[in-house]
């Protein structure tokens, strides 16, 4: 199984600011099958990133994501209000599917 | 646009079966490049994969519940369903339906989640 470790845990940040969240993979992550998720409270994830590095439809051009074998960044670029939110990554390179522990992005 | 809403008893007691039903609403079921997913989450805590399956009725479990886990499809009703038995409190979760695409392998649309408590 691999497993996803997603740091910082917490990352305190202002309104315009920078986000840069990792999620390190115990392998390496075949055809780059890495996705991200966005979750609000008492919501369910919003799909942001496939591929490692597409967009889904509708996602603002200031969500980002790069990497690949066992390194992956989810980028966001100028931090909205409404982008405060833990933040998932899921691996489907190989079975079974995981997720990591999520990624808690607040307004500091 | 496809929308996913689940429905079951909000409480169970340990040792009994965790039923829960996805209805799928806006598009078919059977419309293929999908996989009909459960997903659960802890309170508190990050996402696990249950399974899913194909509108052809082939599955796939996560090991780790292989055992104790079933998921069915009626196309006839545009639903998908989760059966969890022998529920501890550990199996005290939000859980969710999803819809995985093939070509994405990723989640693109979520059902609401519906919270299940195993207790006596």
């Known amino acids: 199984e691999i497993v996803l470790t997603q740091s910082p845990g917490t990352l305190s940040l202002s309104p315009g600011e920078r986000a840069t969240l990792s999620c390190r993979a115990s392998q390496s992550v075949s055809r780059s099958y890495l996705a991200w998720y966005q979750q609000k409270p008492g919501q369910a994830p919003r799909f942001l990133i496939y591929g490692a590095s597409s967009r889904a439809t509708g996602i603002p051009d200031r969500f980002s994501g790069s990497g690949s074998g066992t390194d992956f960044t989810l980028t966001i670029s100028r931090l909205e209000p409404e982008d405060f939110a833990v933040y998932y990554c899921q691996q489907y390179g190989s079975s079974p599917l995981t997720f990591g522990g999520g990624t808690k992005v607040e307004i500091k | 646009q496809v929308q996913l809403q689940e429905s079951g008893p909000g409480l169970v007691k340990p040792s009994q079966t965790l039923s829960l039903t996805c209805i799928v609403s806006?598009?078919?079921?059977?419309?293929?490049?999908?996989?009909w997913t459960w997903i659960r989450q802890h309170p508190g805590k990050g996402l696990e994969w249950i399974g899913y399956?194909?509108?052809?009725?082939?599955?796939y479990y996560n090991p780790s519940l292989k055992s104790r886990v079933s998921i069915s499809i009626d196309t006839s009703k545009n639903h998908f369903s989760l059966n969890l038995n022998s529920v501890t409190a550990a199996d005290t979760a939000v859980y969710y339906c999803?819809?995985?695409?093939?070509?994405?392998?990723?989640?693109?649309?979520w059902g609401q989640g519906t919270m299940v408590t195993v207790s006596s």
């Open positions: 399956i194909y509108y052809s009725g082939s599955t």
């Open positions: 999803a819809r995985n695409v093939f070509t994405l392998d990723a989640f693109d649309v």
């Open positions: 806006g598009g078919s079921i059977t419309s293929g490049g999908h996989y």
